[in-house]
Structure formats: C-alpha cells, structure tokens
C-alpha cells in the first residue's frame, strides 16, 4: 500500500512540477502589438440600444407611471428579434 501511494504521489508531483521553456515565437507573441480597429460597423446589439432608445425617448410619459429604460430595452430586443424570427405579423 505504500508503494502505491508513493507512486501516486510521485505521478502528481511530476505531472505538475513542469515548467515552460521560452523560445522566440513565446516571446515575439508577447511583446507584440495588435493594432487598433479604428472603422468599425455598429453591432446589431448596438442598432437596437439605439433604436431602443430613440423609441423611449419618444413616449408620452405624462399621465402614466415612467418605464425603467432597462426593461424597456430588453423588451424591445426580444419584439425585435420575435420579429426578425418571423415569429410576429
């Protein structure tokens, strides 16, 4: 029984005592700049937050309690993705 968890033991200690050698591609991919997307296309996510938000913005708040604009953005992604699904009329 003691060879066997001495065996064991020695299992895990190599199987985790590793370490890593640097070569040059370790190194180059370190220090190495990725470039800045500087045109980028809006997401749909994005289209619908601003859509979302033009919509909210253009309710009628006077004589009814206000919506939270939270809410309201989720609940206009999913009529707007019910809709692309064409899961709606």
């Known amino acids: 029984m003691k060879n066997v ?13 590793f370490y ?9 991919s370190a220090t190495s700049t990725v470039p800045k ?4 296309v809006p997401t749909e996510a994005e289209k619908t937050a601003v859509t979302a938000a033009e919509v909210y ?8 309690k ?16 019910l809709k692309a699904a064409g899961k709606l009329p």
């Open 20 to 28: 890593t050698k640097e070569n040059k591609r370790t190194v180059e």
């Open 66 to 81: 206000q919506l939270n604009a939270e809410i309201f953005d989720k609940a206009h992604r999913g009529f707007m993705n």
């Open 5 to 17: 968890l001495l065996a064991l033991m020695t299992v895990v200690f190599f199987a985790t005592s």
């Open 57 to 64: 913005s253009e309710i009628n708040f006077a004589n009814v």
């Open 37 to 40: 997307k500087t045109n980028t």
